[in-house]
Antibody
């Protein structure tokens, strides 16, 4: 089964860029039936989808974060990454990477049914000077 | 404020049945987008509990079940156990992926 592990700095200064990487093991990031997602959870609050990427590089972002988010994929390393620019204290959260299930017919692959089956353990990122 | 509304908290005694609602609208649940449910135990990552409205992943006890009606989805837990005390989140699609605000289940 898939295993995902987040890595990156735990402390980022305001106005700087948050960068995290997710390493996938137990499967290939080139899988046609998976998308790769970032989700965050501020302390004591609920979950927020940040965005997802397909192995081909196609990206899908939460409209509320789209102007500040970049998600990229490195198939040679079986990793995908998150960059969130111009961070403020409101971006302090546990950041999770997860696998998002896709669907493939005999001829094409599609995004959906829109859920995450495997999650990393999470990485707390604090924005503070 | 999420487009999917969950009660902030529910509670029940061991052995009882509880339900958690997830109320959406005609642009998400009512439009036919599936609802999925997650259980988040304290200090851990969310775990998939129900997918595609009513399906359980391997290893999830049949005490957990999901259903939909109109613009509202529900998660039912029967035979409540102490280890069910956790936060529960619904997830669906409304032009982008959206989570409900979460419900804290307390086992009395």
């Amino acid at each position: 089964q898939l295993q995902l592990q987040e890595s990156g700095p735990g402390l980022v200064k305001p106005s700087e860029t948050l960068s995290l990487t997710c390493t996938v093991s137990g499967g290939s990031i080139n899988s046609r039936t998976y998308y790769w997602a970032w989700i965050r959870q501020p302390p004591g609050k609920g979950l927020e989808w940040i965005g997802s990427i397909y192995y081909s590089g196609s990206t899908y972002y939460n409209p509320s974060l789209k102007s500040r988010v970049t998600i990229s994929v490195d198939t040679s390393k079986n990793q995908f990454s998150l960059r969130l620019s111009s961070v403020t204290a409101a971006d302090t959260a546990v950041y999770y990477c997860a696998s998002e299930v896709g669907y493939c017919s005999s001829t094409s692959c599609y995004r959906g049914p829109y859920y995450f089956d495997y999650w990393g353990q999470g990485s707390l990122v604090t924005v503070s000077s | 404020q999420s487009v999917l509304t969950q009660p902030p908290s529910v509670s029940g005694a061991p052995g009882q049945r509880v339900t958690i609602s997830c109320t959406g609208s005609s642009s998400n649940i009512g439009a036919g987008f599936a609802v999925h449910w997650y259980q988040q135990l304290p200090g851990t990552a969310p775990q998939l509990l129900i997918y595609d409205n009513s399906n359980r992943p391997s290893g999830v006890p049949d005490r957990f079940s999901g259903s939909n009606s109109g613009t509202t989805a529900s998660l039912a837990i029967t035979g409540l156990q102490a280890e069910d005390e956790a936060d529960y989140y619904c997830l669906s699609f409304d032009s982008s992926l959206v989570f409900g605000g979460g419900t804290k289940l307390t086992v009395l």
